[in-house]
């Protein structure tokens, strides 16, 4: 709404870190956006943002408008989804951010379902690491946080949890393909194809391999999912991941997934929830119950 936008003006401001980046974004030229930006300033009675050789950092009013500004948006599309809840219409944006292990079929087959009962829903999916995805939702970057491993939770307002132990994925013909569960020493014999130490099965693995004394030696490191689901391995390589990750179709493939003793490596955790005290939007509320009531039922 229109009397929002000297809201988005300031956000925009505070994101570029300068007036005239800002303005490139917003399409409009940097003195007219400068103007705008002195007219909150003046009918505020105080500075916002602090003036430096290069660019202008919130100073700390700045940051309490900041944080009002984002509330302010946040409540105003929580009320437009309640309203076109009421006409029967189920519409708004769904926003989830996610660390790399959740952007698998699993979320992606949740969008289609939801989307395939209410079309007016659009989605907007953000890839965070795990130390990043609670700070996301703390900047009203997204509605729904589901992480893997998350570093710290103080924010969080978990709605589930899921237990999703490491599993190994190699090809059948692999020598380690007939045995019902794997020791991590076993997997460190061959090529490995691992995340970056960012993502929380990457960082489960290489504490227990200081624990164990073992070396994991990398052919291949990304923080990239596409690239290590397009990557063409060899019959010897072997690489990792979690249940809610593995494609259903992985036998078709030649394909298959064992899993790690946990006394090696330990099972982890995926977290779903929102910001605490935060009232999100109903299309995003109604997700987030479909998602942790399909996670109960699939992997609970």
Not at 283 to 293: D, G, H, K
Request: include cysteine; hydrophobic fraction near 40%.
């Amino acid at each position: 709404m229109r009397h929002l936008l000297p809201y988005k003006y300031v956000e925009e401001i505070a994101k570029a870190g300068s007036i005239r980046k800002a303005a490139e974004t917003l399409a409009i030229t940097p003195s007219a956006l400068n103007r705008r930006l002195l007219t909150i300033e003046d009918e505020l009675g105080v500075q916002i943002f602090e003036r430096l050789p290069v660019g202008v950092r919130l100073n700390t009013a700045g940051e309490i408008l900041l944080e009002h500004i984002r509330n302010q948006m946040s409540d105003m599309e929580r009320v437009k989804s309640q309203i076109a809840d009421l006409s029967g219409q189920r519409r708004g944006t769904v926003s989830i951010v996610t660390s790399p292990e959740l952007q698998g079929s699993f979320l992606a087959g949740e969008v289609l379902k939801y989307q395939s009962e209410f079309p007016g829903v659009t989605f907007q999916i953000t890839q965070k690491f795990r130390g990043e995805v609670e700070q996301a939702l703390i900047e009203h970057q997204a509605d729904i946080g589901i992480v893997y491993e998350p570093t710290k939770l103080a924010d969080f307002q978990t709605l589930y949890n899921l237990v999703q132990p490491v599993y190994c994925i190699m090809e059948k013909s692999h020598p380690l393909a007939a045995k019902k569960s794997l020791r991590l020493y076993e997997c460190a014999e061959f090529p490995l194809i691992l995340t970056d130490k960012t993502w929380g099965v990457r960082n489960l693995l290489s504490q227990s391999a200081i624990r164990l004394g073992i070396n994991l030696r990398a052919v291949i490191q990304s923080d990239s999912r596409g690239f290590l689901n397009n990557y063409g391995r060899t019959s010897e390589q072997l690489s990792f991941d979690i249940p809610i990750n593995i494609p259903e179709n992985l036998d078709e493939r030649g394909m298959l997934a064992v899993p790690i003793n946990p006394l090696d490596v330990p099972e982890g955790f995926v977290f779903v929830g929102h910001l605490k005290g935060r009232t999100i939007p109903v299309a995003s509320a109604r997700f987030l119950e479909q998602v942790t009531t399909q996670m109960a039922g699939q992997f609970g």
